[in-house]
């Protein structure tokens, strides 16, 4: 172990106070054991409770403690951003506010860091609080992922992973609007390794993220690592023009060897204008999703604003 060394734990949070004091007293315990100095920094997105009123009163106390209170709420992926972007360790651990992923896993996680893994991740195991639906969704958003993508994601990942400088820099170096950080880090490569975790329940509160931010979340992702979606229109169309070309052929024959003329009647010919119109829309609608991504990424919006800060930051390049 080098004690010059330092660990970083980042922290995103939204409406989780009853969680806070909670999760900084079982990272306290697990941090000083294992004698690196350390600072754990926590960002409120915007919360509407008293999120950033109870980190300011524990910093008082725990000087290791930090905190970024964002302008509003920027979503997770962007109060991770701004938690990376503050971190001075020479390691990074990210992971939630709510306790479902366990401190206890730590140890392990620096373990492997000290011998030689850049990045550690931790893969769930099955949820069961979890529901049918999530499940179902999950699952097809990691097949999907994984056959069309230009990187491979660990099935049931997480954002609870541990991040040595070299790849962090590597990482934060991408200046994305969407950001997607379960492919932004495997996307940069380095050694790494993976751990398995038992998910938690919630030490207190509801759940704050709902399937439709999982849809959003999982949308970023699959669209800012493939573009598959775009060649569908081409596969489809080059399809459709066999057949129709085929189907011209065959009526052709028939009608010059046998007279006979099977294309009659309007309705044939209304239902082949509203499935040819029905397919542009959509393909039209795939077209819209990635050019909506351009015009947010050329713009070059900052992610994240900070409204107010406690401690000792590290001051963004």
Not at 250 to 262: M, N
């Amino acid at each position: 172990m080098n004690d010059t060394k330092t660990i970083s734990v980042v922290i995103p949070a939204f409406n989780e106070e009853e969680c806070i004091a909670a999760l900084i007293d079982r990272l306290k315990e697990i941090m000083d054991k294992l004698k690196y100095p350390y600072e754990v920094i926590i960002v409120d997105d915007g919360s509407k409770d008293r999120t950033f009123e109870v980190i300011r009163e524990l910093s008082v106390k725990y000087k290791f403690l930090k905190g970024v209170k964002l302008s509003r709420n920027m979503g997770h992926q962007a109060a991770l951003d701004c938690g990376l972007k503050h971190a001075s360790g020479d390691a990074v651990i990210s992971m939630d506010a709510d306790l479902q992923h366990p401190p206890e896993l730590i140890p392990q996680m620096v373990k492997l860091w000290e011998e030689g893994y850049e990045i550690v991740y931790t893969q769930k195991l099955e949820n069961q609080q979890a529901t049918l639906l999530y499940k179902v969704w999950a699952k097809t958003f990691y097949s999907l992922f994984n056959k069309y993508s230009q990187i491979k994601l660990t099935p049931s990942g997480s954002d609870f992973r541990l991040m040595g400088r070299k790849s962090l820099e590597a990482v934060l170096s991408m200046p994305e609007y969407h950001k997607f950080f379960r492919g932004l880090v495997p996307f940069v490569g380095f050694k790494s390794t993976s751990i398995s975790f038992d998910v938690q329940k919630r030490f207190a509160g509801k759940r704050k993220y709902n399937f439709k931010q999982s849809m959003k979340l999982a949308s970023d992702g699959l669209f800012s690592f493939s573009d598959f979606a775009l060649k569908i229109p081409f596969i489809i169309g080059g399809i459709a023009l066999i057949i129709i070309l085929l189907y011209l052929l065959y009526t052709l024959i028939l009608l010059i060897f046998h007279g006979t003329v099977i294309m009659q009647g309007w309705t044939s010919v209304i239902a082949i204008l509203v499935l040819s119109i029905s397919i542009q829309l959509i393909f039209m609608g795939v077209l819209g999703v990635y050019i909506g991504k351009i015009f947010f990424e050329v713009k070059r919006r900052p992610v994240f604003f900070a409204d107010e800060t406690v401690g000792e930051l590290k001051v963004i390049k």
